[in-house]
């Protein structure tokens, strides 16, 4: 072949390659390659996540099945592993049986990003920073309260709930917060309503209260942890804290609120 055939063939073959449409049965690559979790780290997680029994927990890129094995196995939650290599789906599976859990832990061969997280309490990752972003969208979507908790990466201005520090290695917890944004009428018992103008990035929150008469303060001490939200206001008669529960377009006075008040939203 001349000098110069023998640089233009390679070249022609990679290119063959790159533009080659991918057959049913070709697999893309992995957005994350196979690294295991160790097990002091898959502990701290599900601690850190809550996880009990109840709860359902899923872990996207399963690899061995760890971390739902541990999960059913030692807080008698039920599990679903998603992994994209059907090699690491056996794998798992064979670990489950081994562990004695497959009854109750389920592995799927399946791209993370077409999986169903709806029924997740909590949700474990250890993937890479820019795979939890494209993921970011869709965790914020899910049910308020709604546990996240990756190992090593980060989401960017998403802060976490909670960070620990394992053998040296970064752990985030998430809680999934309601949607608070908006004008709201608190009504409390013997008052007259009262605007709650909120704002929220993420889970920290800030608002003011609008008085009729336009007269406005903003809240104190706000704070919003899944679907609970707390924030103290000074009235005529002193300070008064609130504490409820964010369920869609309304809050109501939780339990450990001595008095009796909701909020609807107006927008
Ligand atoms: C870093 S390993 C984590 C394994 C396990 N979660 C752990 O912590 O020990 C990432 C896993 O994600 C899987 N993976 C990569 N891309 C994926 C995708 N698009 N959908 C589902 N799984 C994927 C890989 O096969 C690999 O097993």
Redesign the pocket.
């Known amino acids: 072949m001349s000098r110069r055939l023998s640089w233009i063939f390679p070249a022609a073959l990679i290119a063959a390659n790159l533009f080659a449409p991918l057959h049913a049965t070709e697999r893309r690559p992995?957005?994350?390659?196979?690294?295991?979790?160790p097990s002091a780290i898959v502990q701290r997680m599900l601690d850190m996540g809550d996880v009990k029994a109840g709860d359902y927990l899923i872990?996207?890129?399963?690899?061995?099945g760890?971390?739902p094995i541990a999960a059913v196995g030692t807080r008698g939650a039920q599990a679903l592993g998603?992994?994209?290599?059907p090699a690491?789906v056996t794998e798992a599976k064979a670990y489950a049986q081994q562990a004695g859990v497959q009854d109750r832990v389920a592995f799927r061969q399946?791209?993370?990003?077409d999986t169903d997280l709806s029924r997740a309490q909590v949700i474990t990752m250890?993937?890479f920073p820019e795979i939890n972003m494209r993921l970011r969208p869709r965790l914020l979507d899910l049910k308020p309260g709604t546990r996240i908790v990756s190992?090593a990466f980060h989401m960017e201005d998403w802060t976490p709930d909670r960070h620990d520090v394992v053998d040296s290695r970064d752990i985030f917890l998430w809680i999934v917060p309601a949607k608070v944004t908006g004008l709201w009428s608190l009504n409390s018992a013997g008052g007259e309503p009262i605007v709650l103008r909120m704002w929220q990035q993420f889970q920290r929150i800030q608002g003011i209260a609008i008085f009729p008469g336009e007269h406005s303060i903003p809240l104190m001490n706000a704070t919003l942890e899944g679907s609970r939200i707390r924030f103290d206001l000074h009235t005529a008669s002193g300070v008064r804290s609130f504490s409820g529960q964010v369920q869609g377009r309304t809050m109501q006075a939780d339990a450990a609120d001595g008095g009796a008040w909701t909020a609807t939203r107006y927008d």
């Open positions: 992995l957005d994350v390659p196979f690294i295991t979790t872990d996207l890129g399963s690899g061995d760890r971390i998603v992994d994209i290599d690491r399946q791209d993370l990003f250890y993937l190992h």
